[in-house]
């Protein structure tokens, strides 16, 4: 088998292009609401004014036109541009697991003196790929048993290795994690901003020409953030499990294909 050609991720280059998609997430929205949103709005409150729509119509204009509704989209699309890139960085994980990376076949055993043979195979298989889970579980069990020739110390390395993958595969969410519980927060803000506004308004509703609208439009603010804030933060919410799944399930495939490969494969002498 040749090797494998694609390059693994960097922590500079992931931090780049983070930065990067934040950066052009929100100069998107920003430009989505200075062009599209405010004029629809303007639209939409004319026709309103001119009797065209009934005054108690609402609009999805309407409903995404404050400030905390355009902080949940740039929060929104940044959080799910995260979980994309760590799928896509996951394909390298799901690529060496179809490959026989020690070139081992059924009938082969691993002794322990040509283990240096099969960790050759290894890294001339994986290439730039080396530093991917996979790989590290099986070098490291292969030079467990050249040093001490234990299948049971090789079980625990590899087990324990996974191990501390998961944990930190739980940690790296922790981005993810807080933007999901931000969202909802900032949609609370949204909603507090509107009711101390229409409280203050209230105040003046006797004796104006505008009436309550000023009021109901400040409780608009509230309700509309929360009600944004809600359903961008559900869905979020399933994206954050589902790759959450997908890499418990990686893990725990990697564990899988070491046994096949690497631990039922191990020659231990009998006493």
């Not at 740039?74 to 179809?98: C, E, H, Q, S, T």
């Not at 043979?117 to 996979?134: F, K, S, T």
């Not at 101390?196 to 003046?204: D, E, I, P, S, T």
Request: overall charge negative; some cysteine; proline content about 2%.
């Amino acid at each position: 088998m040749g090797k494998i050609k694609l390059t693994g991720s960097k922590a500079f280059y992931d931090a780049l292009i983070v930065g990067v998609s934040f950066v052009v997430i929100f100069t998107i929205v920003h430009i989505f609401y200075s062009v599209q949103v405010d004029d629809m709005v303007k639209v939409f409150k004319l026709q309103v004014e001119k009797g065209l729509i009934p005054e108690d119509s609402t609009s999805m204009w309407i409903i995404i036109k404050d400030v905390e509704q355009k902080w949940i989209f740039i929060l929104g699309l940044f959080a799910v541009v995260l979980i994309v890139l760590r799928r896509i960085n996951m394909n390298n994980d799901l690529l060496l697991l179809k490959q026989n990376l020690m070139g081992i076949d059924s009938r082969d055993l691993l002794h322990r003196d040509k283990i240096d043979q099969w960790i050759e195979n290894l890294e001339d298989n994986v290439g730039a790929l080396g530093d991917r889970l996979l790989p590290q579980a099986l070098r490291l069990g292969l030079d467990r048993f050249k040093l001490n020739g234990s299948v049971e110390e090789v079980s625990n390395e590899v087990t324990g290795l996974c191990d501390s993958e998961s944990v930190k595969c739980e940690s790296e969410l922790a981005w993810i994690n807080y933007l999901a519980w931000a969202i909802p927060s900032i949609g609370f803000i949204g909603t507090v901003r509107g009711i101390g506004g229409a409280l203050a308004k209230a105040g003046l509703v006797f004796g104006s020409d505008e009436g309550i609208t000023p009021v109901t439009s400040m409780l608009g603010v509230a309700f509309n953030s929360t009600l944004v804030a809600l359903i961008v933060s559900i869905g979020l919410m399933f994206m954050i499990h589902w790759i959450r799944r997908l890499e418990e399930r990686t893990i725990l495939d990697t564990e899988k294909y070491c046994r096949k490969f690497l631990i039922e494969k191990l020659y231990q002498p009998q006493d």
